[in-house]
């Protein structure tokens, strides 16, 4: 009986030992499954146990009672209600940083495989800010055709929000316009993003030339949302000719700017690229104002910390090579806006 029990105590010891050499989460590993994480991700990232069952195809219920059997495994609870959104507790945004980890992790081993296998496949994951959604759309359109297996999601959002993902290490890359300096981020300029002065096409000014930032300043304007990065642009250019604008309203998004716009409520200051669809014989027109159009770039930004797998590499080489045709595509609707204004004021001279 005696040397039963030292035979079981020794394969206690050596399980024991195996363990802590593969510093294995023996806890986590037999009370936490993959979907589970899935599961928990999606509400850390989503804010809702709705938006996370209609993402994975879920019921609501299953998608709450999966949370609760992680709270009940971990003995924490992992989310809290705040401002009617679900947000990770202390514990929770250990587990989510976590859960990012490994799904990166475990995402750039199924492109590796695929590039063992010959295969161009893996997640492309993007977030963009409001106004590269009129040119990131068209390329990831032409990528998808050039790498058809590559699963791609686009997040679009305001400046404030993209950062907020950035920080969470959400997505695999971003578009951004105005950049600071980062110890921690890549930042690599690859297209033009021009910013212009848009106006009503009856609206007086469209027969002026020469507009002054002091003459705009007397006009009813239109902003964007606090958060967006067009309206630090606006109020950055009125704060350092020493004005106030007369803000009329506040909006939040392009498309709302350019109705009020046509609407008659004011003039406003939007990105060029907002204009590609309606072109330059759309209701809106782009005044001649001194020092604009603004010359901006767009930008590709990632965190240094991670580790760009094969196709978001492969993508940024893809991306790089549309600077020139973007800007191209910018020349000329500016060159067409030109024709149109060289046309009107010909018109009026000869009146």
Request: hydrophobic share 40%; net charge negative.
């Amino acid at each position: 009986m005696s040397s039963t029990k030292e035979e079981v105590k020794k394969k206690l010891e050596d399980e024991r030992d195996l363990n802590a050499v593969g510093d294995t989460p023996d806890q986590l590993l037999r009370h936490l499954t993959l979907r589970q994480l899935q599961i928990f991700e999606a509400i850390a990232r989503l804010g809702s146990y709705t938006k996370a069952a209609e993402e994975l195809f879920l019921t609501q219920p299953t998608v709450s009672m999966q949370i609760k059997k992680m709270s009940d495994s971990i003995d924490l609870p992992l989310f809290e209600k705040v401002d009617r959104k679900h947000r990770p507790t202390e514990v929770g945004e250990e587990l989510y940083h976590a859960t990012r980890a490994m799904f990166d992790i475990l995402n750039d081993l199924e492109s590796s495989i695929a590039e063992y296998k010959g295969l161009k496949r893996g997640k492309l994951r993007l977030g963009v800010i409001t106004t590269a959604k009129y040119f990131a759309p068209e390329i990831l359109g032409e990528f998808c055709k050039k790498y058809p297996e590559v699963d791609i999601s686009l997040e679009v959002t305001n400046r404030d929000r993209v950062f907020e993902r950035l920080n969470r290490g959400e997505d695999d890359l971003y578009i951004m316009g105005r950049m600071q300096e980062e110890p921690g981020l890549v930042s690599i300029p690859f297209a033009p993003n021009p910013v212009v002065i848009i106006a009503g096409k009856d609206h007086p000014l469209t027969r002026e030339r020469n507009i002054s930032i002091e003459r705009l300043a007397q006009e009813p304007f239109l902003l964007r949302e606090p958060g967006s990065g067009i309206r630090d642009i606006t109020m950055r250019m009125f704060r350092e000719n020493g004005l106030n604008p007369k803000v009329r309203m506040e909006l939040g998004s392009n498309e709302a700017i350019k109705h009020a716009v046509v609407g008659g409520l004011g003039i406003s200051m939007l990105s060029l690229h907002t204009l590609t669809l309606e072109g330059a014989t759309g209701p809106v027109d782009i005044l001649d104002v001194e020092g604009f159009p603004l010359q901006r770039e767009w930008y590709l930004v990632y965190s240094k910390e991670r580790e760009l797998s094969l196709i978001v590499q492969e993508f940024l080489d893809y991306i790089n090579g549309k600077g020139l045709e973007i800007e191209e595509k910018m020349n000329k609707l500016l060159a067409d806006f030109d024709l149109i204004h060289q046309e009107r004021w010909r018109e009026l001279s000869q009146a």
